[in-house]
Nanobody, 116 residues
Framework: QVQLVESGGGLVQPGGSLRLSCAAS????????MGWYRQAPGKQRELVASITSGDGTNYGDSVKGRFTISRDNAKDTMYLQMNSLKPEDTAVYYC??????????WGQGTQVTVSS
Protein backbone atom coordinates (compact mmCIF):
# COMPACT_ATOMS: atom_id res chain seq x y z
CA GLN A 1 0.00 0.00 0.00
CA VAL A 2 0.87 3.66 -0.37
CA GLN A 3 0.93 5.87 2.72
CA LEU A 4 -0.96 9.13 2.10
CA VAL A 5 -0.83 12.22 4.30
CA GLU A 6 -3.18 15.16 3.74
CA SER A 7 -2.51 18.73 4.82
CA GLY A 8 -3.83 22.21 4.19
CA GLY A 9 -7.26 22.02 5.77
CA GLY A 10 -8.60 24.68 8.10
CA LEU A 11 -11.19 27.35 8.69
CA VAL A 12 -11.98 29.76 5.86
CA GLN A 13 -14.71 32.31 5.22
CA PRO A 14 -17.26 31.82 2.43
CA GLY A 15 -15.76 32.89 -0.88
CA GLY A 16 -12.26 32.11 0.29
CA SER A 17 -9.68 29.61 -0.96
CA LEU A 18 -7.66 26.71 0.38
CA ARG A 19 -5.17 24.33 -1.17
CA LEU A 20 -5.04 20.77 0.08
CA SER A 21 -1.98 18.59 -0.40
CA CYS A 22 -1.67 14.81 -0.36
CA ALA A 23 1.87 13.54 0.02
CA ALA A 24 2.57 9.91 -0.89
CA SER A 25 5.18 7.68 0.73
CA UNK A 26 6.72 6.76 -2.61
CA UNK A 27 6.63 7.52 -6.28
CA UNK A 28 3.19 8.31 -7.66
CA UNK A 29 4.24 7.86 -11.28
CA UNK A 30 2.81 4.35 -11.42
CA UNK A 31 -0.37 5.20 -9.50
CA UNK A 32 -3.24 4.80 -11.93
CA UNK A 33 -5.64 7.17 -10.26
CA MET A 34 -5.62 9.56 -7.33
CA GLY A 35 -8.48 11.54 -5.96
CA TRP A 36 -10.18 13.51 -3.23
CA TYR A 37 -13.32 12.46 -1.43
CA ARG A 38 -15.18 14.29 1.30
CA GLN A 39 -17.62 13.38 4.01
CA ALA A 40 -19.83 15.81 5.87
CA PRO A 41 -21.54 14.90 9.16
CA GLY A 42 -24.50 12.64 8.54
CA LYS A 43 -23.74 12.27 4.84
CA GLN A 44 -22.11 9.63 2.68
CA ARG A 45 -18.58 10.02 1.42
CA GLU A 46 -18.63 11.58 -2.05
CA LEU A 47 -16.13 12.04 -4.85
CA VAL A 48 -14.78 15.56 -5.14
CA ALA A 49 -12.24 15.10 -7.92
CA SER A 50 -9.93 12.53 -9.43
CA ILE A 51 -6.89 12.52 -11.71
CA THR A 52 -5.35 9.71 -13.71
CA SER A 53 -1.71 8.97 -14.45
CA GLY A 54 -2.31 10.60 -17.83
CA ASP A 55 -3.65 13.75 -16.13
CA GLY A 56 -7.25 13.07 -17.08
CA THR A 57 -9.53 14.73 -14.54
CA ASN A 58 -13.05 14.26 -13.26
CA TYR A 59 -15.03 16.47 -10.88
CA GLY A 60 -18.14 16.17 -8.81
CA ASP A 61 -20.96 18.38 -10.10
CA SER A 62 -21.00 20.54 -6.97
CA VAL A 63 -17.36 21.61 -7.35
CA LYS A 64 -16.98 22.00 -11.12
CA GLY A 65 -15.53 25.38 -12.02
CA ARG A 66 -14.41 26.05 -8.44
CA PHE A 67 -11.95 23.25 -7.60
CA THR A 68 -8.87 22.12 -9.52
CA ILE A 69 -7.03 18.85 -8.98
CA SER A 70 -3.41 18.37 -9.99
CA ARG A 71 -0.47 16.07 -9.31
CA ASP A 72 3.28 16.69 -9.21
CA ASN A 73 5.08 13.44 -9.92
CA ALA A 74 8.46 14.98 -9.03
CA LYS A 75 7.20 15.74 -5.51
CA ASP A 76 4.99 12.63 -5.17
CA THR A 77 2.17 14.94 -4.21
CA MET A 78 -1.39 15.62 -5.33
CA TYR A 79 -3.18 18.91 -4.78
CA LEU A 80 -6.71 20.26 -4.62
CA GLN A 81 -7.08 23.98 -5.17
CA MET A 82 -10.43 25.07 -3.77
CA ASN A 83 -11.77 28.50 -4.70
CA SER A 84 -15.08 30.24 -4.04
CA LEU A 85 -15.68 28.04 -1.03
CA LYS A 86 -19.20 27.64 0.29
CA PRO A 87 -20.49 26.51 3.69
CA GLU A 88 -21.70 23.29 2.05
CA ASP A 89 -18.08 22.44 1.22
CA THR A 90 -17.50 21.88 4.93
CA ALA A 91 -16.38 18.28 5.40
CA VAL A 92 -13.47 16.01 6.13
CA TYR A 93 -11.47 15.64 2.92
CA TYR A 94 -9.73 12.34 2.20
CA CYS A 95 -6.98 11.56 -0.26
CA UNK A 96 -7.25 8.32 -2.24
CA UNK A 97 -5.01 6.38 -4.57
CA UNK A 98 -5.25 3.20 -6.60
CA UNK A 99 -2.70 1.28 -8.58
CA UNK A 100 -2.75 -2.24 -9.97
CA UNK A 101 0.51 -3.05 -8.18
CA UNK A 102 -0.23 -1.53 -4.77
CA UNK A 103 -4.02 -1.55 -4.49
CA UNK A 104 -6.11 1.13 -2.81
CA UNK A 105 -4.99 3.53 -0.10
CA TRP A 106 -6.65 6.27 1.93
CA GLY A 107 -5.28 9.15 3.93
CA GLN A 108 -6.40 10.00 7.46
CA GLY A 109 -8.41 13.04 6.36
CA THR A 110 -8.19 16.79 6.87
CA GLN A 111 -11.00 19.02 8.11
CA VAL A 112 -12.21 21.89 5.95
CA THR A 113 -14.65 24.30 7.58
CA VAL A 114 -16.24 27.15 5.62
CA SER A 115 -17.92 29.60 7.96
CA SER A 116 -18.15 33.28 8.70
Amino acid sequence: QVQLVESGGGLVQPGGSLRLSCAASGSIVAINIMGWYRQAPGKQRELVASITSGDGTNYGDSVKGRFTISRDNAKDTMYLQMNSLKPEDTAVYYCYSYSVARGSSWGQGTQVTVSS
